[in-house]
């Protein structure tokens, strides 16, 4: 039995539904990010889960226990879940070990419990030297730390996060998302991580879940939501995606306005139209004709950017659609040059829906 079970949670606001009959199943230990843009449901379901607001139908339970339903929820207090936010939320006032020990005061532990797991969570989150600073002195990244440490301190069951690096600038949310999976790893508290942000999301992971429109859109391992997109919402929200139209000739091959690309999983049946998701660097450029054209697609490059580690080029093919193709520096193809683009059949993908 999983740890914590999402079963048929649905929110609504009058006639506005935020979260639409959500199922989601997590195990003891995982780190299972809610992934989407704004106005998906994540965040909703992630106080429904802290206990901030109640489902209209469904349910949560913790450990096979009931936690909340439309008939009653347990209060938040009572959960054993810590919540990480946005702001940090610490207290300007306290130092950075009064900030990290006030959840141990408040279930009246001793002081020399107190001062151990406080110095234990210090010397593990590398924040041992700032113990006596107040947060205004320190940086973002020092901040978001502590944050960490208070709520790891605890012991909780669950530990949830509310888009924590979004304050940060670019380099530090970088080095934190590392961070939360490093102290993930040695205290492996089963963990909800909501974030809009692709990259924080397959570094943090074990298991990513794309929401979409108050919906589970795909659930699966970084590598799976990556590579293997069902959707192209999916294919296109994760980005790098070409996205190709066309009828499925048989089970594996598509005609894409001429061109026939064989793919590495299944259409429905022969005849549907179905829609093919290739990533941009998985293509490669040949100026001369193949031999065989299958997987190969003729165009003219209509731009070339150099972008230091690659090139990025848009390719017209000859049925008008356009294509994206990253490759390395090396043997730049000018713009208005016929090229041949092959897209390799294992890295073809079959949307089906």
């Known amino acids: 039995m999983s740890f914590l079970e999402l079963s048929g949670l649905s929110k609504r606001y009058g ?4 979260v639409n009959n959500v199922s989601l199943s997590v195990e003891r230990g995982h780190v299972v990010c809610l992934l989407g843009p704004s106005g998906c449901g994540k965040t909703t379901t992630l106080r429904m889960i802290a206990g901030f607001a109640d489902p209209n139908d469904g349910e949560i339970r913790v450990d096979g226990k009931v936690i909340s339903a439309p008939s009653g929820s347990l209060p938040p207090e009572r959960r054993n879940m810590s919540m990480i936010f946005q702001s940090y939320a610490l207290w300007p006032h306290m130092t950075v070990r009064e900030n990290v020990a006030y959840g141990l005061q408040l279930r009246k532990l001793d002081k020399r419990k107190i001062q151990e797991l406080v110095d234990n969570i210090l010397a593990t989150a590398k924040l041992s030297n700032l113990a006596e ?8 990244g020092q901040q978001q730390r502590v944050s960490l440490a208070r709520a790891l301190v605890v012991e909780p069951n669950i530990l949830l996060l509310d888009e924590p690096l ?6 530090l949310r970088e080095e934190m998302r590392f961070e939360i999976r490093r102290l993930h ?17 397959m570094t943090t992971a074990d298991v ?10 795909q659930v699966g391992s970084p590598e799976d939501i990556y590579e293997r997109p069902i959707s192209e919402f999916v294919a296109r929200f994760m980005g790098g995606s070409n996205i190709l139209r066309g009828r499925a000739l048989d089970h594996r091959t598509v005609d894409c306005g001429g061109v026939k690309l064989v793919c590495a999983n299944e259409a429905p049946q022969k005849d549907d139209q ?9 293509i490669t450029i040949a100026t001369q004709r193949p031999e065989e054209p299958t997987n190969w697609a003729e165009g003219v490059v209509v731009r070339n950017v150099y972008l230091g580690a690659n090139r990025d080029y848009v390719i017209e093919l000859a049925s008008g659609e356009r294509i994206r193709v990253v490759t390395s520096t090396s043997s730049p193809v000018e713009n208005g040059r016929t090229v041949w683009c092959h897209l390799p059949p294992e890295h073809c ?4 829906s």
Not at 15 to 18: D, R
Request: aromatic share 6%; proline share 3%.
């Open 185 to 201: 790893d040695q205290y492996r508290y089963t963990t909800i991580y909501v974030t809009h942000d692709q990259a924080e999301a």
């Open 15 to 18: 006639p506005l539904t935020v």
């Open 208 to 217: 990513v879940v794309i929401m979409n429109g108050g919906s589970v859109e």
């Open 274 to 282: 179905v829609a093919v998701s290739i990533r941009q660097h998985t």
């Open 349 to 352: 993908r079959i949307l089906t």
């Open 133 to 140: 600073r107040y947060p205004g002195e320190l940086s973002g």
């Open 166 to 171: 979004s304050n940060l600038d670019s380099n």
